[in-house]
């Protein structure tokens, strides 16, 4: 990172033992640096958070508890409401549905990974791809879905995913 996040983490790392930073010595792209972070999680849940997406406050608790309720399921997913490149809210909310297998994300992603929580088990045995030809989270959700029932969805937009025109979101409406 080129701006001031490495401060404000060491901030944090300070008034809080749960937060680490981990710094790679040059970039080795979005999957490898997501299996660092997992391999050094001590927690049994997982949780991505791209740089430039944001939760509500109350995404975790509301996952968790989903998670606790479906013991079956390994992923739990939020509807995702969408800012443009200045923040500024969009119309449009991606839903999700109560339940999603293997075969209903064959088709497409309808897992948007800032509004995953993961149980870390299946995480941990299903690292992401580095292949630029892929989408790594997609494979990932894929994987995991190969070998569980199901995933929850909570059909409510707790994640705020930051449409960049010029980076790999641009195209999400088209």
């Known amino acids: 990172s080129s701006d001031a996040t490495r401060r404000i983490v060491r901030e944090w790392e300070a008034r809080d033992h749960r937060v680490k930073l981990l710094k790679n010595r040059k970039n080795q792209g979005v999957s490898l640096a997501r299996n660092r972070g997992v391999r050094h999680a001590r927690y049994p849940f997982i949780a991505f958070l791209d740089s430039d997406d944001a939760w509500f406050p109350e995404k975790l608790e509301i996952q968790l508890a989903e998670l606790e309720n479906h013991p079956e399921a390994a992923i739990c997913c939020t509807a995702t409401a969408f800012l443009d490149c200045r923040g500024c809210r969009l119309r449009h909310i991606f839903q999700v549905p109560d339940s999603l297998t293997y075969r209903d994300l064959l088709p497409q992603n309808a897992i948007c990974c800032s509004s995953v ?10 690292p992401m791809v580095p292949d630029p030809g ?21 059909d409510r937009a707790l994640t705020l995913y930051r449409v960049n025109p010029a980076g790999k979101s641009g195209n999400k409406f088209r």
Not at 134 to 154: C, K, M, N, Q, Y
């Open 117 to 126: 929580l993961a149980r870390a088990e299946y995480v941990r045995r299903f």
């Open 134 to 154: 892929i989408h790594e989270d997609f494979a990932l959700w894929l994987s995991i879905l190969g070998v569980t029932p199901r995933a929850v969805g909570v």
